[in-house]
């Protein structure tokens, strides 16, 4: 039997109903690729400390990158190591000598519990990043730099907010 032309043309539109659109993955799995290299390349050059929002850090126009060591942060109230609160500012200030017990006794807990030192890293000393706020006192400063030497570590790094080149420029 032969069908009508209005047969023909509704048969055809339910047979394209009936065909469910297909996704395709296929680009954006490329556009996921890309990204991740993407993302790999660019994020391996940078490292970044640990910010802390009671400490603003002064600028430097140093090109040299940090290592990832002990972190020290001193703010306007808190000695911090690590995360963890050792002393208040306050103490520090009031005591005399050069030296801070808490702080002496947790590097020393910190050394006890790292790797052995090569006969190279035994004359440095081991390594440790003071991150301190630019309002501190330098007295303050100097007592944290003196119990670190103290305790094997000598090898003492600032932290410091990278300026940029328009700063550096105007800086000198």
Do not use: W
Not at 78 to 90: E, F, H, I, T, Y
Not at 135 to 150: D, F, G, H, R, S
Not at 161 to 167: H, L, R
Request: hydrophobic share 40%; aromatic share 4%.
């Amino acid at each position: 039997m032969k069908q009508s032309l209005r047969a023909k043309r509704m048969a055809k539109h339910h047979k394209r109903l009936k065909n469910q659109s297909k996704l395709n993955l296929v680009s954006l799995m490329d556009i996921f690729t890309i990204l991740v290299f993407f993302l790999l390349v660019n994020s391996s050059d940078v490292e970044v400390l640990q910010s802390d929002k009671s400490i603003t850090l002064p600028t430097s126009s140093a090109e040299t990158m940090p290592e990832t060591t002990v972190v020290v942060r001193v703010n306007a109230t808190d000695l911090l190591v690590g995360g963890r609160p050792v002393a208040k500012v306050s103490e520090v200030m009031a005591q005399s000598g050069n030296s801070i017990p808490a702080l002496a006794k947790e590097l020393n807990f910190l050394s006890a519990n790292a790797r052995p030192l090569s006969l190279e890293e035994q004359q440095q000393g081991r390594a440790v990043t003071i991150m301190g706020d630019k309002a501190i006192p330098y007295t303050l400063l100097k007592k944290v730099m003196a119990t670190c030497a103290e305790n094997e570590y000598r090898n003492i790094s600032l932290a410091v907010s990278k300026a940029g080149k328009d700063d550096a420029e105007t800086e000198t």
